[in-house]
């Protein structure tokens, strides 16, 4: 049974920090891409970072681009997002995503709130 399990959100002031981790299970873990996106009410579905298979390769989106840091350590199967400088506007459920293209294999968490508010 495939599951992604993010965890790690919260409430946190403007300015602050919060790592987001995704712990995977029941699939390959090492030959999947991995992305963070989230969403807010009212909003599409907003991708924010994602990871290469091996970890060596990364990219972002450019509303996080300096602020966030996708990494992933594949021997414990799990996915990370820090999340630094956190503004109101980043406050969202957030979803971790595994993708093998080869397979169209695609698997989503179940999200985790985070909310910037003083």
């Known amino acids: 049974q495939v599951q992604l399990v993010e965890s790690g959100g919260g409430l946190v002031q403007p300015g602050g920090s919060l790592r987001l981790s995704c712990v995977a299970s029941?699939?390959?873990?090492?030959?999947?891409?991995m992305s963070w996106f989230r969403r807010t009410p009212g909003k599409e579905r907003e991708f924010l970072a994602t990871i290469s298979s091996d970890g060596g390769s990364t990219g972002y989106a450019d509303s996080v681009k300096g602020r966030f840091t996708i990494s992933r350590d594949n021997a414990k199967n799990t996915v990370f997002l820090q999340m630094t400088s956190l503004k109101p506007e980043d406050t969202a459920v957030y979803y971790c995503?595994?993708?093998?293209?080869?397979?169209?294999?695609?698997?989503w968490g179940q999200g985790t709130q985070v909310t910037v508010s003083s």
């Open positions: 995503r595994a993708y093998r293209r080869a397979l169209l294999a695609e698997y």
């Open positions: 029941g699939f390959t873990f090492s030959n999947y891409a």
